[in-house]
C-alpha cells in the first residue's frame, strides 16, 4: 500500500485549505485512514479518522467543528476539509492506513504512512 498527501500551502488565518491523501495497491483490506498533524518541537496529533468503508468519521478535539474527513467513494482518495483555520494548525499533515482493528486515534493503529505536506497558516 502506498498513500501520498497533498495539497499542502500557505493560507491566512480564517481560510480553507483541502488536504488529499492518494491510496494506492492493496487497498481492498483497508479498515480506516487516519490525518495526523506535527508542528516543530510538539509530538503528532491526532486530527481526524475515516473508516475505508465510509460513513464514521472521528476527529482529535483541536479541530472538531472546523475540520472535515471525507472519502470519494469512487476512488481510493481520502481528504480533509480544513476551515477557519488558525496559525497553531501549521504542522505537517501526514495520512496513515490501517488494516487492523486499532486504537485508530494514536499512530500506533496504523500500518502505512505517507509523506506530509506542509500547512502554514500566516496570522
Known amino acids: 500500500v502506498q498513500l501520498q498527501a497533498s495539497g499542502g500551502g500557505l493560507v491566512q488565518a480564517g481560510g480553507s485549505l483541502r488536504l488529499s491523501c492518494a491510496a494506492s495497491?492493496?487497498?481492498?483490506?483497508?479498515?480506516?485512514v487516519g490525518w495526523f498533524r506535527q508542528a516543530p518541537g510538539k509530538e503528532r496529533e491526532f486530527v481526524g479518522g475515516?473508516?475505508?468503508?465510509?460513513?464514521?468519521?472521528w476527529y482529535g478535539d483541536s479541530v472538531k467543528g472546523r475540520f472535515t474527513v471525507s472519502r470519494d467513494n469512487t476512488g481510493n482518495t481520502v481528504y480533509l476539509q480544513m476551515n477557519s483555520l488558525k496559525p497553531e494548525d501549521t504542522a505537517v499533515y501526514s495520512c496513515?492506513?490501517?488494516?487492523?482493528?486499532?486504537?485508530?486515534?494514536?499512530?500506533?493503529?496504523?500500518?502505512?504512512w505517507g509523506q506530509g505536506t506542509l500547512v502554514t497558516v500566516s496570522s
Open positions: 496513515a492506513l490501517s488494516l487492523a482493528p486499532a486504537k485508530w486515534v494514536t499512530p500506533n493503529g496504523y500500518q502505512y
Open positions: 475515516i473508516l475505508w468503508s465510509g460513513g464514521s468519521t
Open positions: 495497491g492493496r487497498t481492498f483490506s483497508s479498515l480506516a
